[in-house]
């Protein structure tokens, strides 16, 4: 894979927090824009907002008011960065909305391929062997326990907020991130190829689990 | 699985540390000491030690002299816990030896079948996907990075202590941990029931970490 735009990895760089949303997962990210990518594609605008798009995870992982969002706030951030470098408007501004709308809970959707196609590669670096791995990581970062046996159904039931979203649980699960959030993954892609590549992923990741209960109810 | 030892269970509960060596892995270590017990095995002396052996898994890993052993200080802590909960020493002293050889970097060797099962029993949770899950956990709780691209000759040549072992590094991984140190285990084994169990669970190891590293390539 080769990196370009060698300034703004290092500004990037300086911004990326923990190692499940940090440079690794930038450089997955940037890849996978490389592979959705049709031809007619913005490239630097693609390439910048995969780049750029959490630079502000920091923030919003630190605010306790829950009212940062990353995705807003990484889009000034990006601004500010790409206009330093002298970028001109007509690039800046796609990158924004890209960066804005790679959030599935942000209210501004992507309308453009390049926008469609970030929104894409995030969520495909969520699924598979590396979503697996990145589950993990985050779960022994916040002192999850390895597996629950919880029913589906009664946890929603306990744990539905007012506006239909799952709460942040303590007591929570790789397995249980995996039923409630990313098997709709699938659901949420834009584009054909990502789709397809998807499938596999998902289809990796159920198996997965499924031994992973196996094993722990001693039958592996 | 049916869980005996009430009492001892509840001692147990207060001394694990972490998720990974924490209260889930004792409770699937006296799962795999059930399934690879032969008939003529002393089931308390195996099951008391499955539950006991990490008790001093924390001091361990608080003590920064690098002098504490969790299976010598357990094996001590384990004695004072059943002689309160009126053990005889007929079944003490072998639940003793059970702690303190479970441990590969031990002095003492496994001498008994209840001791060579613990040992088993330990390494089996290593691997597999449960081995995965525990992996990524630590890399997540010690900052590790998601996957690292190094040689593993030069690795080992670079990072080899004087005694031959290799250096815990912040800049580990769960592969370099894979292949430096869990490709072993099954060389590791005393009982067949293990060894049969564990071909399977590292089998399945391999295949996820070459899958994980072509996701990371871009190839999957």
Known sequence: MILKYNNIWKAAKKELSDSAHGIDHT??????CQRLAPEDVDTDVLLLSAL???IARKEEDEDDTGRVDHAVLGAKKAEKILEEKGYEKQTIEPVKHCIRAHRFRSNEKPETIEAKILSDADKLDAVGAVGIARMFMLAGQFGERIYREVDKETYLEE???DNG?????????PNLEYELKLKDIPDRLYTERAKRIAEDRMKYMEDYFSRLNEEIAGDR
Chains 1, 2 share one sequence.
């Open 165 to 173: 979203r799952v709460m942040k649980l303590s007591e929570h699960s």
């Open 159 to 161: 744990n539905l907020t």
């Open 52 to 54: 750029l798009h959490d």
């Open 27 to 32: 450089k997955r990210v940037y890849g996978l």
